[in-house]
């Protein structure tokens, strides 16, 4: 069977002198931060999952904040829930729609003229 176990990311956490909790990589897995385990008996995590908790832990120590962590773990490639990215790409569509509506009330039009006629 492929991928770690809890006990393996733990043994590598430590090998790269890192102490994250179980508690803390259970959280981070729920919230949409880490992988979630490959079920069929004993859970199994991607090989990536400790590079990746490596990477959350490096970017909660700049900024306590799961939406800061989500999104920069997207930025450096990791897969996070949709809600750390999404709406980013979100607020971005609708901010440009309305630039690109406002831009285009402004310019002339050939129905203004059929209008002022």
């Keep these: 069977m492929t991928g770690l176990n809890s006990e393996e990311i733990e043994a590598a956490l430590t090998h790269r002198g890192l102490s994250i909790p179980q508690s803390t990589l259970r959280s981070w897995r729920e919230s949409g931060l880490l992988p979630p385990a490959k079920r069929g008996g004993l ?58 509506r406002k831009v285009a009330s402004l310019l002339p039009s050939a129905d203004d003229n059929r209008i002022d006629e």
Aim: no cysteine; aromatic share 18%; glycine share 4%.
């Design 43 to 100: 859970a199994r995590y991607p090989e990536h999952t400790v590079e990746q908790a490596i990477a959350a832990d490096r970017l909660f120590n700049r900024k306590n904040q799961n939406e800061f962590v989500g999104w920069n773990l997207w930025l450096e490639g990791f897969e996070v829930s949709e809600n750390f990215w999404r709406p980013h790409f979100e607020n971005s569509a609708r901010s440009s729609f309305r630039t690109v």
